[in-house]
C-alpha cells in the first residue's frame, strides 16, 4: 500500500543551524506531497505542498521539492530558529483517496 | 472564521464509559475525518465522511462509531472505553483533494 518514511527524531539543532528533514514515499499513483507542522497543544497545520514533479513548495523559510526519480520530498530551512522547535510531519494524497501520513519527526532549536 | 473547532480539549473516562466528541467546520467542506495520534507515531484514520450522510471506516475503526447528519458536524462515539483508547484524537475537514484543516485535538485518557 501507499506508505510515507521520515527520518527518525528527535532531531536537535542550535539556533541558525541547517535542517534537512528525510522524507520518501511509496505511492501507486502519482500524489501530491504536504508537509505539516504541529506545535505543542495544537494540531496540524499545512506547512507546504507540491503537486507535482519538480514543484517547489515554500513557507516560513522553508522548502521542499517533489523529486519523482528519487519519490522523495525533504523538508530544508537555511536557518532555524528557536520557535520552529515542533513535529513535522510529510504526507501524500491520491486523488480520490485518503492522506496517508509519515510517523512525524520531532525538531528542537536550542537558543 | 473559527474553522474546525473541537470539545472537549480533555476528558477522562473510565474503562467502560461512553462519551461523544464533538466536531464542528465552518467552512463548507464537504470531506471531514477522525486521526488519533498515539505518542511517537503517526496519524491513524478512524472514520472519515465524504459528504452528509455518507460515512466510512479507516484503518481503526473498533470501537469507534460517527455520524455526519450535516455538513458542519462529525462527531465521534466511543461506546465502551477502553485503555487502548487513551489517545489524542484530530478532527480535520477539507475540499475534495485539498489540504486537512485539523481541529486542535481531544486529549483523552481512559483508566
Known amino acids: 500500500g501507499d506508505s510515507v518514511t521520515q527520518m527518525e527524531g528527535p532531531v536537535t539543532l542550535s539556533e541558525e543551524a541547517f535542517l534537512t528533514i528525510n522524507c520518501t514515499y511509496t505511492?501507486?499513483?502519482?500524489?501530491?506531497l504536504f508537509w505539516y507542522v504541529q506545535y505543542p497543544g495544537e494540531g496540524l497545520q499545512l506547512l507546504l505542498k507540491?503537486?507535482?514533479?519538480?514543484d517547489k513548495g515554500s513557507n516560513k523559510g522553508f522548502e521542499a521539492t517533489y523529486r519523482k526519480e528519487t519519490t522523495s520530498f525533504h523538508l530544508e530551512k537555511g536557518s532555524v530558529q528557536v520557535s520552529d522547535s515542533a513535529v513535522y510531519f510529510c504526507?501524500?494524497?491520491?486523488?480520490?483517496?485518503?492522506?496517508?501520513f509519515g510517523p512525524g519527526t520531532r525538531l528542537s532549536v536550542l537558543p | 472564521n473559527a474553522g474546525v473547532t473541537q470539545t472537549p480539549k480533555f476528558r477522562i473516562l473510565k474503562i467502560g464509559q461512553s462519551m461523544t466528541l464533538q466536531c464542528t467546520q465552518d467552512?463548507?467542506?464537504?470531506?471531514m475525518y477522525w486521526y488519533r495520534q498515539d505518542p511517537g507515531m503517526g496519524l491513524k484514520l478512524i472514520y472519515y465522511?465524504?459528504?452528509?450522510?455518507?460515512?466510512d471506516k479507516g484503518e481503526v475503526p473498533n470501537g469507534y462509531n460517527v455520524s455526519r447528519s450535516t455538513t458542519e458536524d462529525f462527531p465521534l462515539r466511543l461506546e465502551l472505553a477502553a485503555p487502548s483508547q487513551t489517545s489524542v484524537y484530530f478532527c480535520?475537514?477539507?475540499?475534495?483533494?485539498?489540504?486537512?484543516?485539523f481541529g486542535n485535538g481531544t486529549r483523552l485518557t481512559v483508566t
Open positions: 480535520a475537514s477539507s475540499l475534495g483533494g485539498a489540504p486537512l484543516h
Open positions: 505511492a501507486t499513483g502519482y500524489p501530491s
Open positions: 507540491a503537486t507535482k514533479a519538480d
Open positions: 504526507a501524500l494524497s491520491l486523488v480520490g483517496q485518503n492522506f496517508v
Open positions: 467552512m463548507n467542506h464537504n470531506y
Open positions: 465522511s465524504v459528504g452528509a450522510g455518507i460515512t
